[in-house]
């Protein structure tokens, strides 16, 4: 069983920066693709940024692109995003999960071990 915790929310301004880490424990996983979604109260939860632990290849969603960097610490088990240049549309409860099946990796419906999630909310 792995478990996933997500620190990092708060309020911030709009312009603003952010930097979420998500904890992995437990027993080992696949260490295959871990990805940040976010969901807005009323609305689906949708793809943020995606990492393979392996290669590193990096996966962001249009709107975040050139805002947000997604990286890992192989040794820590933990993802990071750093977000710059919040903009009250990201508001959000923020998770991570661990991909488990081979479909799309901006669909959460292929990621589970999802953590509590964290609250980020930009004021404009």
């Known amino acids: 069983q792995v478990q996933l915790v997500e620190s990092g929310g708060g309020l911030v301004q709009a312009g603003g920066s952010l930097r979420l880490s998500c904890a992995a424990s437990?027993?080992?996983?696949?260490?295959?693709?871990m990805g940040w979604f976010r969901q807005a109260p009323g609305k689906e939860r949708e793809f943020v940024a995606a990492?393979?632990?392996?290669?590193?290849?990096?996966y962001y969603a249009d709107s975040v692109k050139g805002r947000f960097t997604i990286s890992r610490d192989n040794a820590k088990i933990t993802v990071y995003l750093q977000m710059n240049s919040l903009k009250p549309e990201d508001t959000g409860v923020y998770y991570c999960?661990?991909?488990?099946?081979?479909?799309?990796?901006?669909?959460?419906?292929?990621?589970?071990?999802w953590g509590q999630g964290t609250q980020v909310t930009v004021s404009s």
């Open positions: 437990g027993r080992t996983f696949n260490r295959n693709i």
């Open positions: 990492i393979s632990w392996s290669v590193g290849n990096t």
């Open positions: 999960g661990l991909q488990y099946s081979s479909g799309k990796i901006y669909d959460p419906i292929n990621f589970g071990s």
